[in-house]
Each structure stands twice: as structure tokens, then as C-alpha cells.
């Protein structure tokens, strides 16, 4: 298996522009979750989906904060607009139940200037 | 506000002795522990979990619970330089939202050669 997949690897872009992350879970996982890494708050969780359905968006910091997932295999966390704040690691994981080992991917590095 | 306080080190041991790494919990409900090891530039990876009272041994790791103390902890034994990276607790939410991690900051553990 090829495990969690993101993309980009890294991202930079101006203030104000829209930035698009982008995971594959593994095959067969009901289970994604967004997290961000700083140094400052360590690792948080944004969003979680169960079955594609969004279950609990509670950590989604503001509204230029959007997640979707469309189908099984894929989701997508948007930022509109970005902000130098929001520059992190952005990780995506996924898990074959709600209480089972959660499987991250590489992560995004995003640096907004 | 559901906590997980890790001392964030470093944590500094020579090679072959052992790494003792502590993380306590503000919630009572919460069932279950993790332990992941996160190298610098990567992502976090599960190395250990827990959710009885009492140790639960998996090679050179051992990680005990004591849930009356709200407190969990990873022992290393004969460390290794390659064990030198971030350590993060993670507890779950435990009652309705046990599918939530909360994560610690993380205790950096440095293994001398």
C-alpha cells in the first residue's frame, strides 16, 4: 500500500492568495483527519470526516478554512484567502476505525508571505 | 478544554540507558493512549498503544497506564542514537468523541553515542 498521499510537498504564495492541499487516504480507511503542526500549538485537529461525511469541524480555526471530501479517495483542505499565519505543516491521516492507529501522510509544508 | 502536558525537554540519555518519557491527561473519560515518534521533517508514526492500566510491554518499548493519575508514559530501554527524535502523546477523547485525538507538544529525546 502506498500509505497517505498529500500534495504539494511544500507550498509558498502571497498573502491573500488561495492556497489548495490535497490527501489520498488508504484504500479502505472510513476515517480522515486534517491536523496542523506548529511549533507554537503542536499538533491540532481541524476536521475529521467519516465516510466522506464531515463529522467535526470544531478545530477549523476561521471561516477561510474549508475541507471537503467528494469521494473515498480524496480531500482537500482550502484556505481563501492565506495569511502568514497560517503558515505550517499541514497533516492528513487516516484510519480503518474511529479508534484504531491513525496512518499520516508526508505532510504539506506551507509558508505564506 | 481536553489537555495533554508533555515536558518538552530535551530529554537527554546516553546510548544503552533508559529514556523515560511522561505525559499526563485532563480527561477522565478518555480510553485510549498512543505514543508516536516523530523525526524531524517527518511525519509522526505510531510506535506504541495502550488502553488497560498497568504495562504493556513491545520490545525495547514499554508503556504503562495509570488512569486513577491520569498518567501514561513510554520507557526505552538500551536506547539507541536512532531513537533520538520527537515523542507525542496522544489520548482520545473518550466518551462521545473518542474518535479525536488530542495530542501533546511533544518531549524531544536526545540519544548520545
Known amino acids: 500500500d502506498a500509505g497517505v498521499i498529500q500534495s504539494p510537498r511544500h507550498e509558498v504564495t502571497e498573502m491573500g492568495q488561495e492556497v489548495t492541499l490535497r490527501c489520498k487516504p488508504i484504500?479502505?480507511?472510513?476515517?480522515l483527519f486534517w491536523y496542523r503542526q506548529t511549533m507554537m500549538r503542536g499538533l491540532e485537529l481541524l476536521i475529521y470526516?467519516?465516510?466522506?461525511?464531515?463529522?467535526?469541524d470544531s478545530g477549523m480555526p476561521e471561516d477561510r478554512f474549508s475541507a471537503k471530501m467528494p469521494n473515498a479517495s480524496f480531500s482537500t483542505l482550502k484556505i481563501q484567502p492565506s495569511e502568514p499565519r497560517d503558515s505550517a505543516v499541514y497533516f492528513c491521516?487516516?484510519?480503518?476505525?474511529?479508534?484504531?492507529?491513525?496512518?499520516f501522510g508526508p505532510g504539506t509544508r506551507l509558508t505564506v508571505t | 478544554q481536553k489537555e495533554v502536558e508533555q515536558n518538552s525537554g530535551p530529554l537527554s540519555v546516553p546510548e544503552g540507558a533508559i529514556a523515560s518519557l511522561n505525559c499526563t491527561y485532563s480527561?477522565?473519560?478518555?480510553?485510549?493512549f498512543f505514543w508516536y515518534r516523530q523525526y524531524s521533517g517527518k511525519s509522526p508514526e505510531l510506535i506504541m498503544f495502550i488502553y488497560s492500566n498497568g504495562d504493556k510491554e513491545d520490545g525495547r518499548f514499554t508503556a504503562q497506564l495509570n488512569k486513577a493519575s491520569q498518567y501514561v508514559s513510554l520507557l526505552i530501554r538500551d536506547s539507541q542514537p536512532s531513537d533520538s527524535a520527537t515523542y507525542l502523546c496522544?489520548?482520545?477523547?473518550?466518551?462521545?468523541?473518542?474518535?479525536?485525538?488530542?495530542f501533546g507538544k511533544g518531549t524531544l529525546l536526545t540519544v548520545n553515542p
Open positions: 496522544a489520548v482520545n477523547g473518550g466518551g462521545g468523541s473518542n474518535y479525536k485525538l488530542t
Open positions: 491521516a487516516s484510519s480503518l476505525s474511529a479508534v484504531y492507529e491513525q496512518y
Open positions: 470526516f467519516n465516510n466522506n461525511v464531515p463529522i467535526d
Open positions: 484504500s479502505g480507511h472510513d476515517y
Open positions: 480527561d477522565r473519560g478518555s480510553q485510549s
